[in-house]
């Protein structure tokens, strides 16, 4: 069994900075990617952030130059560090952790239960 964590959402004014942390722990043999997604009402989920276990980065372009994702691959975390926020970030934050729990099993992927993040104008 595995869980994701996530920490640090809440409420902001327009142009200021928050950071999102996230722990995956539990039956873990590794991880390949790690990232953050996020979510409103009545819209799909939408990528914002990952990165591989090489560190290699994807961002969406709303959030290039303002977010930036980072990893510690010992201690299966991942944080978002989210500057120069906008009311359009509002939105339920979820982190993702693409998980291989024994060596020859396929990877899964795995949910936190998300966090707020507001933005007020």
């Known amino acids: 069994h595995v869980q994701v964590v996530e920490s640090g959402g809440g409420l902001v004014q327009a142009g200021g900075s928050l950071r999102l942390s996230c722990a995956a722990s539990?039956?873990?043999?590794?991880?390949?990617?790690m990232g953050w997604y996020r979510q409103t009402p009545g819209k799909k989920r939408e990528l914002v952030a990952t990165?591989?276990?090489?560190?290699?980065?994807n961002y969406a372009d709303s959030v290039k130059g303002r977010f930036t994702i980072s990893r510690d691959n010992a201690k299966n975390t991942v944080d978002l560090q989210m500057n120069s926020l906008k009311p359009e970030d509002t939105a339920v934050y979820y982190c993702?952790?693409?998980?291989?729990?024994?060596?020859?099993?396929?990877?899964?992927?795995?949910w936190g239960q998300g966090t707020q993040v507001t933005v007020s104008s």
């Open positions: 993702n952790a693409v998980v291989r729990t024994q060596p020859q099993r396929l990877t899964t992927d795995y």
């Open positions: 990165i591989t276990s090489g560190g290699r980065t």
């Open positions: 539990g039956s873990i043999f590794s991880i390949n990617a």
